[in-house]
């Protein structure tokens, strides 16, 4: 599939999509995300995909929405275009996404990196929602997202001011999992997504599901999600292969049935 704003390849078992606006570091214009998530849930279709990367490049990973693009908009315009469905597709997407991010990772970017399950960061990232210096906000996750992965007061502190913060701050505080120089994220993203992809498919797929869930859910229902999810993962031919593999002392192959 040829797309304008995206570049695709895959590596083994894993889908690896980059954002390709360099010349405006990475800003997220309609026409991109509507590629990406189009790409995204092609590949959460492909049975040989076992986990995504999404990436950008060392400079940017996103510096946000598109603030050329969104300038000509007015409030009833943008309600129309609805942008923000397109958005709330990935949330469907059920095999992991890991985001390998550099550089700029701000307003929209921040967002869509919050999007990711797990994150790598190069040592250079720069994170934050900056929008309120525009005269605006997020309206893409960033209150929400932001607050359930820093705790209210980062969040505060960070939409309020509209500063970023740099990677080290940003592993402090649990927004990604690892900071790495910059030579080396896309490689620890890589070879984290190899390890993922050798794991039983419906128990990774489950996983990130029910994880999800305990964001939403009361505790008890998040229990109950949990325990139908495992009963179901009994099922599986994976988990006769994975308890067989370990009775008789040799690796498993998971097939994803
Ligand atoms: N939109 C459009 N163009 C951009 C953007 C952007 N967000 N960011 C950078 N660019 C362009 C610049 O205009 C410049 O273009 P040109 O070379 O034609 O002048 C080029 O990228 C390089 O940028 P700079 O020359 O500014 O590079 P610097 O290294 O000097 O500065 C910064 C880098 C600090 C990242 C700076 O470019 C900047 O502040 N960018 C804007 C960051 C920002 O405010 N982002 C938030 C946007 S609002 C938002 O995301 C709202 C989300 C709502 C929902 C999400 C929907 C997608």
New binding site residues.
Partial sequence: MAYEFITVSIEDAIGIVALNRP???N??NLAL?DELVAELERLDRDPAIRVIILTGNDR?FA??????E?AEESAISIMQKD?FAV?DRMRLISKPIIGAVSG?V????C?LMMNCDLIVASETAVIGQ??I??G?M???G?TQRLTRAVGLRKAMEMLLTGEPIKADEALRYGLVNKVVPVEMYFKEALQLAKRIATQPPLAVQAIKKTVHKAEDLPLDEGMDYERNAFYLLLASEDRQEGMKAFLEKRNPHFTGR
Avoid: H, R
């Fill in positions: 010349k405006v570091l800003a997220l995300i940017a510096a946000g929405a598109d603030i050329n969104m942008q958005w700029f701000l307003g929209g970017g967002e900056p929008e210096k525009l605006v997020p309206g893409a960033g």
